[in-house]
């Protein structure tokens, strides 16, 4: 017999044994989840978004000029690739010069800030949600993300709820942030370990990065920068 009231539910399975299941998704409940906007302008931003931000069309300019339109607060020489998706413009912020590669998910049930100069690659993912899974209800949390100027966020890399990456830190390809990344360290795997400092050529022009491996970061404690 099912509960509806939390409890596990008891199900006969193929084999003929009792299977106890605790998560029951009929009762799952986001009534409470303020999205920011009303129903109507949330439609009209998908609308838009479909046609002029998410399309292949290339082009910045419109995508910048649509984002503020909605709400967000866009920088200065933004770039903006085909495909991007943004779920709500005006909880997201992004810094002067910074890159969204092509087919990015900005999955913002909380607020994202982008800083200046950080590129965010093609594929890659920001996860402002999750669910509890402690919970029968399956109950939604969210968290903001922020990425501090000068990161690199790698193609098809992943940056889970709550998440501060770092001035200048690397998210390397296809790994996947569930924790603060250490600035300016190079971060990888899944979840994402620190693996070693970031440090520019000194025929770059940049200004050298020659400072070590955190301590903190080798053993999986909040960041510091440098």
Request: charged share 15%; net charge positive; aromatic share 6%.
């Amino acid at each position: 017999m099912a509960s509806r009231h939390g409890g596990p539910v008891s199900l006969v399975g193929p084999d003929g044994e009792l299977t106890k299941i605790g998560v029951q998704l009929s009762n799952y409940d986001n009534a409470g989840f303020a999205r920011g906007r009303s129903p109507l302008i949330e439609a009209l931003w998908i609308l838009v978004a479909a046609l002029f931000v998410s399309s292949p069309l290339p082009g910045s300019v419109h995508r910048r000029l649509i984002l503020r339109l909605f709400g967000a607060r866009v920088g200065k020489r933004v770039v903006i690739k085909p495909r991007v998706r943004v779920k709500f413009p005006w909880r997201l912020v992004i810094g002067e010069d910074a890159w969204i590669g092509e087919s990015v998910w900005i999955d913002n049930l909380a607020h994202v800030r982008i800083g200046a100069n950080v590129c965010i690659s093609q594929g890659a993912y920001l996860c402002g949600g999750s669910h509890n899974w402690a919970s029968p209800r399956f109950d939604l949390m969210t968290a903001p993300i922020k990425i501090e100027p000068g990161a690199w966020i790698a193609a098809r890399a992943i940056i889970g709820p709550g998440v501060t990456v770092h001035a200048g830190a690397v998210l390397t390809l296809g790994s996947v942030a569930t924790a603060d990344l250490a600035a300016w360290t190079i971060h990888s795997g899944g979840p994402a370990q620190a693996v070693k400092a970031r440090e520019f050529a000194p025929s770059s022009g940049a200004h050298p990065r020659t400072a070590p491996l955190p301590q903190c970061a080798r053993h999986g404690s909040p960041p510091t920068a440098p």
